[in-house]
């Protein structure tokens, strides 16, 4: 046996006597509480709950003002602003926006970020060269895998903002400090790396001592809570998704509403738009809007064993269940992709890796587990899939398993009166990383599908065409017509394409990649801020009375009021059937590069804008890092390297044994 192997081996062990000598409760195992002996925990998904619907109107007082004040600064200059007073002259007329971000790993999490640091007016020099205010004015917030991680941190890090993040990114304890891969989480320091993974193991032992059925994906939510909740004990293992109900800040209607999105997978089974029952959590319930399911049931008590939504024991609940890490964790429950490229590399197909493969082999390991089945007895109706009924199992895995790696179903439902979306997509779909619009087509085609009755989306090109017209390469407009969507179901949100593309940095980075370091971290934030703001605007000056045209238009339409003469011009530059017509050559492309065509990787750069919060003459890209950070980067310089995957392995044993 070689030393790598041996030390290997002894890694394995010392974590696993850690953990046998640690063994105790855990705050990650829900508990049996009292609940109302006459509670109904699932109900039909025939419109919005009681309780959003009463945050809604909490909210809105919130977006209101936040968005006249948007659009009044962004149409400052316009001939004619009385769009906007006849807008905000009745309740019903304001426009209600929506932000989607898309699942890519770190990728997407960390340039997301940047997008989404440039419509918020908490970030430093967004109201001067980007969209600020426009966060404030958003109603929804959806995350998917990566872009989950985006709004679970920020959400469940008291509503913090990026520019908090990034003003603190050199502390050991900073959010989003991923310098260290996810099995090195004491970075140089292996006592602590040791002491961090056996508490984890001790976590996930306690929930599954209590009853409940564990998978890797609570071993893998729960190691990504460290990077997320760095400042809440043991990475947040007391932290429910639910538990946001009871945050002021969310209560009083002073963030945007979280969604985290996944998809059921039944085991030995393919999922695909046409397919796929797609799964939200928000702070008040999960379930599905989809006819396969079309239920929802109250977060806050998962893991209660329910017949038809009623606890079988009366008057017993559980509470618990929802850990934000698991949440989040369940929506990038992507594994076997995830580790599969560092097999044959790091264990040459010998023993470790025939255990891995066989322990992968296993549809159950890869999937969240939610059991007891919260939707269990409940009546489907014609359409509904009989297995969530029937089975005492609910299997959901990585929200983008569908292709829709862009979180668009929960903000299209008829019922949320969404006038507008910001589709974040930070996805890699071409050979070299780059987006192409396959989240924005399956999203369009599953509206044609039974399981798509009821969300009508815009018309979208081919990825093909994606490509040849360059729409993936700067922010678009889709659906600027309603008179042109008149074949669908009935007329959904406009929609404003930001596809990640380079800039100012290297972005399209592997989904797989597990660290980061800080110079990575910034200049992928700073990459999205570039790309939501058309490079701070230094590309074009008018792109916010372009956002703002965008934000009105299906109220506009509606009322039948004239559109300003700027806005036309802007939709004859921004929308996709406008750019369709007139791109010739190159004429439409990103001008900040362009890719070679003959490798398709040599990237010439445009000198990069020093003005906006990401300039190299913000005090937060300077810092000097300290001699502990340069130690942990000199010891991730290998792109693997062996402890990350020996210690999952070692959970996928644990695992194996246990399901």
């Not at 017509?581 to 439409?588: F, I, Q, R």
Request: hydrophobic letters at 35%.
């Amino acid at each position: 046996m070689t030393l790598a192997r041996l030390s290997a081996l002894a890694y394995i062990l010392s974590v696993c006597a850690a953990t046998a000598a640690t063994l105790q409760s855990s705050p990650y195992a829900p508990v049996e509480v009292s609940c109302d002996t006459s509670i109904q925990l699932v109900r039909k998904a025939d419109g919005l709950s009681q309780n959003e619907t009463e945050w809604l109107g909490k909210r809105d007082n919130h977006t209101k003002e936040a968005l006249k004040t948007f659009l009044e600064g962004a149409t400052s200059s316009y001939s004619n602003n009385s769009l906007i007073a006849r807008l905000f002259s009745d309740d019903s007329n304001v426009p209600r926006v929506a932000v989607a971000c898309s699942g890519g790993g770190y990728r997407a999490m960390l340039s997301g970020a940047g997008m989404l640091a440039a419509m918020d007016d908490r970030t430093e020099g967004a109201n001067e060269h980007g969209l600020g205010g426009l966060l404030q004015a958003t109603t929804y917030l959806a995350g998917l895998s990566g872009g989950s991680w985006l709004v679970g941190s920020l959400a469940y890090n008291n509503w913090t903002s990026v520019q908090e993040i990034i003003d603190h990114t050199s502390e050991a304890t900073s959010i989003w400090n991923i310098t260290a891969s996810l099995a090195s989480l004491g970075g140089i320091n292996s006592s602590l790396t040791n002491e961090t993974w056996s508490t984890i193991m001790s976590d996930v032992d306690s929930k599954q001592q209590a009853g409940y059925v564990v998978t890797i994906t609570d071993y893998w939510g729960r190691a990504l809570s460290y990077g997320f909740f760095p400042n809440a004990a043991d990475g947040g293992v007391a932290s429910q998704w639910s538990s946001l109900r009871d945050n002021d800040i969310f209560r009083d209607g002073e963030m945007p509403f979280p969604i985290s999105v996944a998809d059921f997978r039944s085991p030995n089974t393919a999922t695909t738009y046409s397919n796929s029952t797609i799964f939200e959590f928000n702070p008040f319930e999960m379930g599905s809007w989809d006819e396969s399911l079309h239920a929802f049931t109250d977060l806050k008590y998962l893991g209660t064993n329910v017949f038809n939504g009623v606890p079988v024991t009366k008057g017993r609940c559980v509470t618990g269940f929802d850990n934000v890490g698991f949440v989040i964790g369940t929506s990038s429950s992507l594994f076997s992709p995830m580790m599969s490229p560092a097999i044959g590399i790091l264990l040459n197909e010998g023993p470790l890796a025939t255990i891995f493969t066989k322990a992968m082999g296993n549809d159950s390991n890869d999937v969240a587990n939610y059991s007891p089945n919260p939707f269990r007895g409940i009546d489907l109706g014609s359409s509904g899939l009989e297995i969530f009924s029937s089975d005492d199992y609910l299997f959901l895995a990585d929200g983008g398993e569908d292709g829709e790696t862009i979180p668009l179903a929960p903000l299209l439902q008829k019922d949320r009166e969404v006038d507008v979306i910001f589709a974040f997509d930070n996805s890699a779909d071409t050979t070299h990383g780059w987006p192409n619009g396959s989240a924005l087509v399956n999203t369009y085609k599953r509206q044609f599908t039974p399981q798509g009755r009821g969300m009508p989306f815009p018309h979208i090109p081919s990825p093909e065409e994606f490509v040849q017209l360059h729409l993936n390469e700067r922010p678009v407009f889709f659906g600027c017509d309603a008179n042109s969507l008149s074949d669908l179901e009935h007329v959904p949100p406009l929609v404003i394409y930001v596809p990640n593309a380079h800039y100012s940095f290297n972005s399209n980075q592997s989904t797989f990649k597990l660290a980061y370091d800080e110079r990575e971290r910034l200049g992928l934030i700073r990459n999205g801020f570039e790309a939501m703001t058309r490079r701070n605007l230094t590309e074009d000056v008018s792109f916010p009375g372009c956002v703002a045209c965008a934000i009105m238009r299906r109220q506009q339409e509606r009322l039948d009021e004239p559109l300003p003469e700027e806005c036309s011009k802007c939709f004859a530059n921004y929308c996709w059937d406008n750019i369709a017509s007139n791109v010739t050559g190159n004429g439409w492309s990103n001008s900040s590069y362009f890719l070679s065509s003959t490798s398709g990787s040599t990237i010439t750069l445009a000198p990069t804008s020093s003005t906006g919060l990401l300039s190299s003459s913000s005090a937060s890209f300077t810092r000097t890092t300290s001699i502990h950070q340069n130690a942990a980067r000199r010891s991730e310089q290998t792109t693997y390297n062996i402890r990350p995957l020996i210690v999952m392995v070692c959970l996928l044993i644990v695992v194996s044994c246990n399901v």
